[in-house]
């Protein structure tokens, strides 16, 4: 069931306890791809996900605006603290939560959040308020994921798939000449860069050039496939808290 286009008495009706919310970001993805490219992941992974699991799940409107300073550079980016995305998240979940949504997970189409909603999902599950797993689909298909860059050869290919009319082909050549090969500036296993700018002049990483449309499909099927074990999983977890080890 989609929130979005669900009516009230709909989700009155509905039984189960199983939600989904994506997660993205709005942001710079090079010249070729649109700062939406996050949210479109997001959404097109949790899709895919509930698709291929024999039961009732939710699925919340994605939120669309992450933790992204670190392209403010680049015009359109939009961010908010990590304070600010954290505590949103949490109530965007206990709001799932007071109508019995109460096992969720997060589908992140972002890089930058990462480390937040592990956070925040702890804190949703040791407070008792609903039990929230965060996933990540880039970190999900396998050997592709060691070539997740940005705007780079996953994102482009996933687009490619799910949304071909959103790539600027046309500016596919520029996005590979002003890239980055790697993410970050790298000393003595310390990353000196604290923004994109500083080490991409477009702010693309690998070559979306290696990003098709058949390689979309394959990403989309494997994170697909994985976020529907992980639904599955959570669906069927004993989700008591361990007693105090004495």
Same mark, same amino acid.
């Given at each position: 069931m989609d929130l979005r286009d669900a009516t009230w008495t709909d989700v009155?009706?509905?039984?189960t306890e199983l939600a989904v919310v994506?997660?993205?970001?709005t942001e710079q993805h090079g010249p070729h791809a !649109? =700062?939406? /490219?996050?949210?479109?992941?997001a959404e097109a992974v949790a899709d895919a996900g509930v698709e291929r699991v024999d039961r009732e799940v939710v699925r919340a409107p994605a939120i669309p605006v992450?933790?992204?300073?670190?392209?403010?550079?680049?015009?359109?980016?939009?961010?908010?603290?990590?304070?600010?995305?954290r505590d949103y998240v949490r109530e965007a979940v206990e709001s799932l939560a007071h109508h019995g949504f109460d096992r969720v997970v997060i589908v992140n189409g972002h890089g930058g959040n990462v480390d937040a909603l592990r956070e925040v999902g702890g804190r949703i599950t040791r407070d008792g308020d609903a039990y929230a797993v965060p996933f990540t689909w880039f970190e999900a298909v396998g050997e592709h994921?060691?070539?997740?860059?940005?705007?780079? !050869? =996953?994102? /482009?290919a996933l687009l490619r798939h799910c949304e071909p009319d959103l790539v600027r082909e046309e500016r596919i050549e520029e996005a590979r000449d002003g890239r980055a090969e790697s993410w970050g500036d790298w000393l003595s296993y310390s990353n000196l860069a604290y923004d994109a700018a500083e080490f991409t002049e477009n702010g693309v990483v690998g070559d979306p050039g290696d990003g098709d449309r058949q390689r979309g499909e394959e990403l989309l099927e494997l994170a697909g496939d994985a976020l529907a074990r992980l639904l599955e999983?959570?669906?069927?977890?004993?989700?008591?808290?361990?007693?105090?080890?004495e």
């Open positions: 009155r009706d509905c039984e994506p997660v993205g970001s !649109p =700062l939406g /490219t996050d949210v479109v992941a992450g933790i992204a300073e670190e392209h403010r550079q680049f015009p359109g980016t939009m961010w908010v603290s990590e304070d600010t995305f994921s060691a070539e997740m860059g940005h705007g780079g !050869p =996953l994102e /482009t999983a959570v669906a069927e977890r004993d989700v008591s808290r361990p007693d105090r080890r």
